[in-house]
């Protein structure tokens, strides 16, 4: 288990892993900084929220991030970094993002894409003893992803 609400299992799910045989197990350094996202941000959100949160992507190794096209300098890669979304409605990822933004301490927090009222999605990284608190909102621009300061 990664903490409480978060098994290994499901942390490191991935279709395209599967599909295309990629090793998605995280070496021992990710898997420390899973535990920490975990206990620091999931864990605390979750408990406010009351009830389970839908991850979609959590740990990537290095070939499964390139392989989906991934930022070359993701967190997912070193375990520092997940995304979140709303589909069991115990709280919308407008409400999540806020939460975090407001209550935790974090890395990067991303409002992803969607509209002015709820992104898609949110990611959420948390770095030990080196959070910059960064927030964010990605949005495509000439079919590129950009991110621009959190402003609403």
């Given at each position: 288990?990664?903490?409480?609400?978060?098994?290994l299992k499901e942390a490191t799910k991935s279709n395209t892993a599967d599909r295309l045989g990629i090793n998605n197990f995280p070496n021992?350094?990710?898997?420390?900084?899973m535990q920490s996202l975990a206990i620091?941000?999931?864990?605390?959100?979750?408990?406010?929220?009351?009830?389970?949160?839908?991850?979609?992507s959590f740990y990537r190794s290095p070939e499964?991030?390139?392989a989906i096209g991934g930022s070359k300098k993701s967190q997912h890669c070193l375990g520092q970094a997940i995304d979140i979304d709303d589909v069991?409605?115990?709280?919308?990822?407008?409400?999540?993002?806020?939460y975090i933004k407001d209550n935790l301490e974090f890395d990067q927090l991303i409002w992803e894409f969607g509209d002015d009222s709820n992104p898609n999605w949110v990611h959420c990284s948390y770095v030990s003893g080196s959070n910059r608190g960064n927030v964010l909102r990605a949005i495509k621009e000439?079919?590129?992803?950009k991110y621009t300061p959190y402003e609403l």
């Open positions: 288990m990664i903490s409480n609400h978060i098994s021992n350094d990710a898997l420390v900084n620091n941000v999931f864990e605390p959100l979750r408990e406010w929220v009351g009830g389970p949160i839908y991850i979609t499964l991030n390139k069991y409605s115990n709280a919308t990822n407008a409400d999540m993002f806020t000439n079919g590129k992803t």
